[in-house]
């Protein structure tokens, strides 16, 4: 069921037309056309934003600030690094933890030096 909030801004959306990657919500549709015809793209557009990047997703539920470095800033791996080591000191980094990792090492044209903690 929508509530009322979510219904407000489908409103708005559907008054204004909103962008979004996998479509875009026409001006000219009604609040009611939006919900049968509009929302299941946004749920599917959410979901995916959640499958790109979880941790994100959950922090911004959260309404937690967080820091963001994309992979092709010079620091991304100092950064990633020092969040690997602290979470292991912790205990907390977890085996879907390292495969993310190794996978963006994988990935990454010019990785630097990995941690000083390999697994």
Known sequence: MISEDELELISWRAGRGCHFQGGFLSESK???QVIEDDVPLLIAEIRRLVDF??????LMTKQKSFLV?????PYYWEVYNMIRDHEMEKGTWVGEDERAYRNAAQQSVNPTETSSREK
């Open 69 to 73: 470095v994309a992979n092709d800033e």
């Open 30 to 32: 009604t609040v009611q």
């Open 53 to 58: 990047h979880p941790r994100a997703m959950k």
